[in-house]
Each structure stands twice: as C-alpha cells, then as structure tokens.
C-alpha cells in the first residue's frame, strides 16, 4: 500500500531496530529471571508491553519477516487430463503469513505487558501483616487499616509470592484511584 521504495527503504531500518532492540530485551529479561531490581524493571517497562518503544520494536520484526511465502501444490489429476499440464501450482500465502505476524506481534505487545507489570509488583517494596494475612502499599501514610496494625514487616513482592496474603482493601482502592493496576492481588495468588 506504500509504495514499494518506501517499503524497501523501511525494511533496511528494521535491521538495526531488530538487533539492538533484541540485544536489550533479552539481556533485561535475562536479568528479570535473577534479581529484583527496580531500575531493572522501570527499563523493562520502557522498552516492553503497550510501550512505544516495544511497538517499534515489533513493527520493525513484522516489516523484517514479511516475506513472499510461496506454497507449492501437487496436481493430483493431472495425468487424466494432460501430460503437458504443470504438476503443481503455487500459491501465494503472503497475505496469510503477514496476518499470522501481526497475531504474533499483537501477542508478544499482551504477554510481555502482563510480563512486566508482574515483574513491577514483584521488585516493589510492600508492607506486610503476616498475623492478618494483609499487605500495603509501602508508599501510603495514611492508610486506616495498616495505622492500626503494630507488626508491619517491609518485603519485596515476589517474597509474598503463592503465600495467600490478600491486598488491603483501603489500599487497593487507592492503588485504583491513582491507576498503579499492578498492585492487585492477581498475580501472586496463582
Ligand atoms: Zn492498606
């Protein structure tokens, strides 16, 4: 639909796109895998999920695997009909393959969105009630349900991970009022 100079000329972009973007992806998630870094984290979701940059990033993959894809097909009758008739026909799946590509692309933008919100919750500092079964937000002074609490134990997310803690509800509405989605409860609870 561009036009096919423009198209070429982009697909020249993509390769370095590609390189350096995959370079960093993959020593970020790398390093997600074995520390609890925050500055970790905040790269991670610069560069991955719904972020511009990770947009770029797939659409540059996209631009680089889309290729002619050419399907050869065997003529099963063709020697009833005529000896001269070709034995097969090609067909073109080009449309096909760039369709495939863009639920792959759209799939990579979802997962590694879900990826890095859960990474954000397990590398933030939260405030746990471990007789109440309760966390906090650490970063709420006024909360009503941790000022009455008196054993608040500062953790890490992933430490309170698969242990059945529940995200204080005052602190959770807050959390929603100010769209910090990712501290609820849903992705240690699996
Ligand atoms: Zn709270």
């Given amino acids: 639909m561009i036009g096919k100079d423009l198209y070429d000329e982009l697909k020249d972009y993509s390769k370095p ?46 631009l680089f695997l889309d290729k002619e894809v050419d399907v050869e097909e065997p003529i099963s009758y063709y020697r009833h009909v005529s000896e001269q008739m070709p034995k097969t026909r090609t067909f073109k799946l080009t449309i096909v393959w760039g369709v495939v590509l863009i639920l792959l692309g759209i799939s990579a933008i979802f997962f590694s969105n879900r990826y890095r919100k859960q990474y954000a919750f397990d590398c933030s500092t939260i405030l746990v009630d471990q007789s ?10 006024d909360c009503e349900v941790a000022a009455e609490s008196d054993c608040l134990e500062e953790m890490k997310g992933y ?18 009022y100010v769209e910090v989605a990712y501290y609820s409860d849903r992705f240690y609870r699996k």
């Fill in 17 to 62: 796109i590609i390189l350096i973007g995959s370079g960093i992806l993959l020593v970020l998630f790398l390093l997600s895998f074995f520390v609890h870094w925050r500055f970790v984290s905040k790269l991670l979701s610069l560069v991955t999920g719904t972020s511009l940059l990770f947009l770029v990033y797939i659409a540059a993959l996209i």
């Fill in 132 to 141: 109440a079964g309760i966390y906090h937000l650490e970063w709420i002074d």
């Fill in 159 to 176: 430490e309170i991970k698969g242990k059945g803690y529940r995200f204080c509800d005052w602190c959770k509405e807050y959390a929603e």
